[in-house]
């Protein structure tokens, strides 16, 4: 057997594996003996049948499990040899593969890069504090008052938290918008409809509500609106400016509910002072929460500015069309239609790329660090993702556990994953932690 090991880069490896025709030879004999004894053919006792009769009956399927043998002992040898450390199989040639000849099999590797791993302990975080201010228990107090709002008829001009019913029709360079884009009528024309007076939160015309404030019903009034230059709910108004007459119809207040009895008991509360520590509580939990995902974000950004190594181009790949897939499925809850994705293809393919070439790059130090400090997976780890996911999915937890054992790839990637998360849990617990004061008011 010869083996000859070729770089294509500094990931990829090409293994040219040539097996003498003596070695080719105890393959197939290999896989004759082995139909020999399972062989039930007629007017022959059970695995007692000829060699030469298993060949010419089972002829197509020795041949393929044949060359299956051959190419697996290639690979075996090759990688016995050169010692690599294989992540993914890119390409397998087999060449010609038959008895009593010499088998050339090459096939294309791509191996996990050499890089030396930077000090990794004590990266450093900033976190937020915890403890929330009274301002911020006050904003959620009055948040939690405004759902429970009523809204009584107002004769006064609109002021900003009132809503107001209105109808409105949109041109723009003296042309209706309903001709601009017929699919999306809402954007034209409509005979009544409420929106917030200044609100925080744009209504299906962005930028109205900013408007509104000082008009009474009955008024009417033309008011410019400038669509974003991405505007991906109606990409054929993105960047441009149109008028819509607005026809106010009523406006009506908001009115907050008192803070007594009868409300503190929708909040599961006593009293405001109980309430209040609810609502402290929960705003720690918050920020704790927020903290970790900053912390988590924050050590691995560290860790990859720390060195640079080059990633192999098949798990880029895979993570490229991960990152793709999240994106758009994301968009299209969002309402953004599949012909702007078409448009913009180029650039979020790029920008896919781009960012999972750092998830790649993240990933392998992570695994790195985790057989440096003897991070593995534990079956409370395994027990607990299931509960998770079938929770997520609304799955049994017994299904998916069943699933999983009998996919061995999926089991794998799951196992990964687990693994990458304790690394960077590990990193957050090693990190050193600056905390910082909100700014006064």
């Known amino acids: 057997m010869n083996v000859q090991l070729n770089s294509v880069s500094a990931t990829r490896k090409s293994l040219v594996v040539t097996l003498d025709p003596s070695e080719v030879d105890a393959e197939h004999a290999a896989v004759i003996s082995e139909y020999?004894?399972?062989?039930?053919?007629?007017?022959?006792?059970?695995?007692?049948?000829?060699?030469?009769?298993?060949?010419?009956?089972?002829?197509?399927?020795?041949?393929?499990?044949?060359?299956?043998?051959?190419?697996?002992?290639?690979?075996?040898?090759?990688?016995?040899?050169?010692?690599?450390?294989?992540?993914?199989?890119?390409?397998?040639?087999?060449?010609?593969?038959?008895?009593?000849?010499?088998?050339?099999?090459?096939?294309?590797?791509?191996?996990?890069?050499?890089?030396?791993?930077?000090?990794?302990?004590?990266?450093?975080?900033?976190?937020?504090?915890?403890e929330a201010t009274d301002a911020e228990i006050d904003s959620v107090l009055q948040g939690m008052r405004a759902e429970r709002a009523d809204f009584k008829p107002a004769t006064r001009p609109a002021q900003k938290g009132d809503y107001v019913k209105l109808g409105y029709?949109?041109?723009?360079?003296?042309?209706?918008?309903?001709?601009?884009?017929?699919?999306?009528?809402?954007?034209?024309?409509?005979?009544?409809?409420?929106?917030?007076?200044?609100?925080?939160?744009?209504?299906?015309?962005?930028?109205?509500?900013?408007?509104?404030?000082?008009?009474?019903?009955?008024?009417?009034?033309?008011?410019?609106?400038?669509?974003?230059?991405?505007?991906?709910?109606?990409?054929?108004?993105?960047?441009?400016?149109?008028?819509?007459?607005?026809?106010?119809?009523?406006?009506?207040?908001?009115?907050?509910?008192?803070?007594?009895?009868?409300?503190?008991?929708?909040?599961?509360?006593?009293?405001?002072?109980?309430?209040?520590?609810?609502?402290r509580n929960n705003l720690k939990l918050q920020k704790e929460f927020q903290n970790r995902a900053a912390q988590r974000r924050q050590v691995t950004e560290a860790l990859s500015a720390k060195t640079d190594f080059p990633v192999p181009d098949s798990l880029v790949e895979s993570e490229t069309q991960g990152v793709l897939r999240n994106f758009i499925e994301e968009n299209m809850r969002r309402g953004v239609p599949q012909e702007q994705f078409e448009k913009d293809k180029k650039e979020l393919f790029e920008g896919a790329r781009k960012a999972a070439t750092g998830r790649v790059k993240v990933q392998l130090m992570l695994a790195k660090i985790a057989e440096a400090e003897k991070i593995e997976v534990t079956s409370s780890d395994l027990d607990a993702f299931i509960y998770r996911e079938a929770q997520r999915s609304q799955q049994k937890p017994d299904k998916l556990a069943k699933t999983l054992a009998n996919d061995r790839e999926q089991l794998r990637s799951v196992q990964q994953s687990i693994v990458f998360d304790k690394a960077v849990d590990f990193l957050v617990s090693k990190a050193t932690v600056k905390t910082i004061q909100p700014k006064a008011p």
């Open 169 to 279: 029709e949109g041109t723009i360079d003296g042309k209706p918008v309903a001709e601009l884009v017929p699919d999306k009528q809402l954007y034209g024309k409509v005979p009544q409809t409420w929106e917030e007076v200044e609100g925080a939160n744009d209504g299906v015309i962005p930028g109205l509500g900013k408007h509104l404030a000082g008009l009474a019903a009955g008024e009417k009034k033309d008011v410019p609106i400038i669509f974003p230059v991405e505007f991906p709910a109606a990409p054929g108004l993105a960047g441009k400016t149109a008028t819509y007459a607005v026809d106010i119809q009523e406006i009506r207040e908001r009115v907050l509910p008192e803070i007594d009895e009868a409300f503190l008991k929708t909040q599961q509360a006593d009293s405001i002072d109980a309430l209040q520590q609810n609502i």
């Open 36 to 130: 020999s004894k399972l062989a039930r053919l007629p007017g022959f006792r059970p695995g007692k049948a000829p060699a030469a009769i298993v060949a010419k009956h089972f002829g197509k399927e020795i041949t393929g499990e044949f060359k299956q043998k051959v190419v697996a002992k290639a690979y075996r040898s090759g990688l016995e040899k050169e010692k690599l450390e294989v992540l993914n199989v890119v390409n397998v040639e087999e060449g010609k593969i038959e008895k009593g000849l010499s088998a050339a099999v090459t096939i294309t590797l791509d191996v996990r890069p050499e890089f030396t791993l930077p000090d990794y302990v004590g990266l450093p975080t900033e976190v937020a504090s915890t």
